[in-house]
């Protein structure tokens, strides 16, 4: 099994920043690709922002330009720096991984996040 652990959200207001974290355990040989997603109240989730295990980005367009995905491979962490935040931005935060977990195996497990909070408000 795996485990992915989210971190960094909170209360901010219009204009801040966050970065959030998300640190996998577990079962891991390699991870591929990182996601991130929101859902605010009421509304469907949505994909934010993904990284592959190579290192193409690719973000909504809500958020291009404000928000950057990163990962360190070494520590099985993700990132996600969120600048100029608003209003709109306020949702819950998932990560999402695809991970590989025996050596030779190309199977991919998806494993979510508990999800943190992130509120953006004056």
């Known amino acids: 099994q795996v485990q992915l652990v989210e971190s960094g959200g909170g209360v901010v207001q219009p204009g801040g920043s966050l970065r959030l974290s998300c640190a996998a355990s577990g079962s891991i040989f390699s991870i591929n690709a990182m996601g991130w997603y929101r859902q605010a109240p009421g509304e469907e989730r949505e994909l934010v922002a993904v990284?592959?295990?190579?290192?193409?980005?690719n973000y909504a367009d809500s958020v291009k330009g404000r928000f950057t995905i990163s990962r360190d491979n070494a520590k099985n962490t993700g990132y996600l720096q969120m600048n100029s935040l608003k209003p709109q931005d306020t949702a819950v935060y998932y990560c999402?991984?695809?991970?590989?977990?025996?050596?030779?195996?190309?199977?991919?497990?998806?494993?979510w996040g508990q999800g943190t909070q992130v509120t953006v408000s004056s």
């Open positions: 990284i592959s295990s190579g290192g193409t980005t």
């Open positions: 999402n991984e695809a991970v590989i977990q025996v050596p030779g195996s190309t199977t991919l497990y998806w494993y």
